[in-house]
């Protein structure tokens, strides 16, 4: 099982970012997908999540309306686009699967990706 995150970068704030993650080892359209974030000390926050159809989101609320999850189970991948960054968005972004429903509880995830750092200046 590898799920790998990519896309993380340094952008100006008020700027956009695409995150990717490819998921790989595992029946990826029975899993529901998340994108959690980590601040260095703190524990994983959830930031949006999509169902194993794509057919509802979920969105922490930080970041509804400038963050959008979508997924393509042909392709066995799961996006956030970010728009309108800040630089209170700035961390590491992890993907995550959920066999099933999706939560927004990191102790309910099965599997992780590797993480990716995004990084907004001022």
């Known amino acids: 099982v590898q799920l790998q995150a990519s896309g993380g970068a340094l952008v100006q704030s008020g700027g956009s970012l695409r995150l990717s993650c490819a998921a790989s080892g595992f029946d990826f359209s029975d899993y529901g997908m998340a994108w959690f974030r980590q601040a260095p000390g703190k524990g994983r926050k959830f930031v949006a999540a999509?169902?194993?159809?794509?057919?509802?989101?979920y969105y922490e609320d930080s970041v509804k309306g400038r963050f959008t999850v979508s997924r393509d189970n042909a392709q066995n991948r799961v996006r956030l686009q970010m728009s309108n960054l800040s630089p209170a968005d700035t961390t590491v972004y992890y993907c995550?699967?959920?066999?099933?429903?999706?939560?927004?509880?990191?102790?309910?995830?099965?599997?992780w990706g590797q993480g990716t750092l995004v990084t907004v200046s001022s």
């Open positions: 995550a699967a959920q066999k099933g429903f999706v939560t927004r509880y990191p102790a309910d995830y099965q599997y």
């Open positions: 999509v169902t194993w159809s794509g057919d509802s989101t």
